[in-house]
């Protein structure tokens, strides 16, 4: 009787962790059934072929878009090179004795050192406003010290 009861009780350890493995088997299953049912859309998509075709197609579509970005960033690149990227003002007194500093000169410039200077000279009779072109950060006209300080502190 006691060696009944004993295999009777061998037995029965037995049968609840081969219950405990099967419940641990059917939930890595599920778990496994559900990423194959997202690998293969729900259904929509029946057998590997289809997903390696279907991945090839989004990878093409991917690499135009990606063609496209890049092209985009080109000409952003290509119209940023002649935009004002660099700027110098110096606000001045054209006249020593009178009124405050309400003269200035701007210096607008692109990445390659070509732009203009605008100067106003403010004086009693009224404004005065002069500008002049510059190239690789040198003008054909000639500069005044406010105007080449601006241009240098654009350049710099």
Do not use: C
């Amino acid at each position: 009787m006691a060696l009944q009861a004993i295999i009777f009780l061998l037995l029965s350890i037995i049968v609840i962790i081969l219950v405990a493995i099967n419940a641990l088997l059917l939930k890595y299953f599920y778990h496994t059934n559900q990423k194959i049912d997202a690998l293969l859309e729900k259904g929509k998509i029946k057998d590997f072929k289809d997903i390696f075709l279907s991945q090839k197609e989004k990878n093409n579509d991917l690499e135009e878009k990606i063609k496209e970005a890049f092209l985009k960033i080109k000409n952003l690149e290509d119209i940023s090179e002649k935009t004002i990227q660099k700027t110098g003002i110096v606000r001045f007194n054209p006249f020593n004795d009178m009124g405050g500093n309400q003269s200035f000169v701007i210096a607008l410039l692109d990445d390659k050192n070509n732009g203009f200077v605008i100067s106003s000279l403010f004086v009693k009779e009224g404004n005065r406003v002069y500008a002049k072109a510059i190239k690789d950060g040198k003008s054909d006209h000639i500069l005044s010290d406010e105007e080449k300080e601006a241009l240098k502190r654009a350049i710099g």
